[in-house]
């Protein structure tokens, strides 16, 4: 189990990955971020402190957070000092269709590059799919050919860093020759996803951590050992749980899309939570997964993915 003082990154609001480059240990989630998503984004940056968004074409948003990165520009803050990820949508998982989707989540977000593009899911899926898909709607997965595409991307400077989200060990394996896969995984305490943490700890890769206050549907926000720990640190239970996160080393976007917890959600350096208070955090019972991409890859009779269990190698 990872320690309360993983690696010894306590203090730090930022983590290098293996390429070199920086990445903000803290970045805004975009998902379901609604009408607001702009001016939530150019709050974050210019009055919160974020230099880190996170966000995806599937999401719906990027115009809008382009628009917020753009106000945040105009206000001072430099392209070079932001850190923005994207992620390519499983109907695009095929190489020819790599550059093409980059170009347009680029043209969205009113960038000339990416710091960090992600396959978002290791599923391809048929334009239009439905969820869940029909009979013949989750198509073959081509991952080198996509991964040999997103590197040309890296070469031509479109992306400074690639990666993957939603992997397994099993499925990290068969990219780990490439040098440098950051990963972002669904992470809180009631899913800690030890197997691939670990897994990517011992390639030196850096992990994010995604929905870290459990997502809307399995908010650990009113957990009682969570709200516990917050009384006694003095700090909110949002704070308590992206602390955690970034205790176990990793990055983390939590999304919010009211004002006063984005900036609640980035006020977690100068302290810690210590050792006896974190174990009780990795206590709370390790339940499911939030996201388990069930609604989005199962086939309960056609496949080719009949269980989320399959989706997930059977690591679960
Ligand atoms: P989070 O764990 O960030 O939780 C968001 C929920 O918590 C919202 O309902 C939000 O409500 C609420 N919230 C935020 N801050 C606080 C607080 N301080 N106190 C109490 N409640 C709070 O869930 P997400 O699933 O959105 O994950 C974060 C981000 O990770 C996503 O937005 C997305 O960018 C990324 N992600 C990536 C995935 C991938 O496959 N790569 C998958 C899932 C997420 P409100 O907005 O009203 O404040
Ligand atoms: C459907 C997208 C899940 C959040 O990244
Ligand atoms: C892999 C990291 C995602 C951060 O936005």
């Not at 730090?12 to 293996?18: G, P, R, T």
């Not at 990820?85 to 590059?113: A, F, G, H, M, Q």
């Not at 459990?214 to 516990?228: F, R």
């Amino acid at each position: 189990m990872a320690s309360a003082k993983a690696m010894g990154q306590m203090e730090q609001d930022h983590f290098v990955l293996k390429s070199g480059h920086t990445m903000p240990a803290i970045g805004l989630g975009t998902w379901r971020a609604g009408s607001d998503t702009a001016q939530n984004v150019q709050t974050a940056i210019t009055e919160a402190g974020y230099r880190h968004v996170d966000t995806a074409a599937q999401y719906g948003v990027e115009k809008e957070v382009g628009q917020g990165l753009k106000a945040a520009m105009e206000a001072g803050i430099d392209r070079k000092d932001l850190f923005v990820t994207s992620k390519i949508w499983c109907t695009n998982l095929v190489p020819e269709r790599v550059r093409p989707s980059l170009k347009n989540t680029l043209k969205d977000l009113e960038l000339d590059y990416l710091d960090l593009y992600l396959i978002h899911w290791p599923f391809r899926l048929k334009d239009g799919a439905h969820m869940p898909p029909e009979a013949g709607e989750v198509l073959e997965f081509d991952m080198e050919g996509v991964w040999r595409e997103m590197e040309n991307l890296v070469k031509d400077g479109l992306v400074k860093d690639i990666g993957v989200c939603n992997y397994t060990v099993t499925k990290l394996n068969r990219l780990m020759q490439s040098a440098s896969i950051p990963p972002a995984m669904e992470m809180h305490p009631g899913w800690k996803n030890e197997k691939i943490l670990e897994a990517c700890k011992k390639h030196g890769i850096h992990v994010t951590a995604y929905s870290p206050l459990g997502s809307s549907e399995k908010n650990l926000v009113h957990d009682p050992v969570v709200e516990k720990v917050a009384n006694k640190l003095n700090k909110t239970p949002g704070q308590v749980l992206i602390k955690w996160s970034l205790q176990r080393g990793t990055s983390v976007i939590p999304k919010s899309s009211k004002d006063e917890r984005i900036k609640e959600n980035i006020q977690v350096f100068g302290w810690e939570i210590p050792e006896e208070d974190f174990k009780a955090l990795c206590s709370i019972k390790d339940d499911k997964r939030v996201l388990t991409g069930e609604e989005l890859f199962v086939n309960k009779t056609h496949g080719p993915y009949k269980s989320a269990s399959e989706l997930w190698d059977h690591e679960d």
